[in-house]
């Protein structure tokens, strides 16, 4: 395989195909010595934890830990900025992607401001 002779989306296709085996050998090989570890300490009697105080949260598999990462507290919803002229039901905090309707309505060179002032009434 030449790598010259290969297009882009090709080489962005072989790079994400590298960079997820090196990340699959990487977990492995952590794993395997994490396992590896954990025998030694119980033929001495002891956890990986009585040696590492830290190794309990290292401990913690890949998708433990993005589900932490996904119980992070929510924020408090944010107050509505502007208001669908169809549908004064339907909001938009001006956070975010824009809704179809905010886009349809700029295309058509109306400004956003009165949206705004739509919402006030």
Do not use: C, F, H
Request: charged share 35%; aromatic share 4%.
């Amino acid at each position: 395989m030449e790598l010259a002779k290969m297009s882009l989306t090709e080489l962005r296709r072989l790079q994400s195909k590298v960079e997820t085996e090196i990340r699959r050998r990487s977990d492995s090989a952590r794993r395997d010595l994490l396992k590896k570890m954990q025998k030694m300490a119980a033929e001495e009697g002891l956890s990986l934890s009585d040696l590492l105080p830290n190794a309990a949260a290292e401990e913690k598999s890949a998708p433990a830990k993005r589900k932490a990462k996904a119980a992070v507290k929510k924020t408090a919803p944010v107050a509505v900025k502007y208001r669908n002229p169809a549908n004064p039901g339907i909001g938009w905090s001006g956070r975010g992607r824009k809704p179809q309707w905010v886009i349809d309505w700029l295309a058509q060179n109306k400004p956003l401001a009165e949206l705004e002032a739509v919402a006030a009434k």
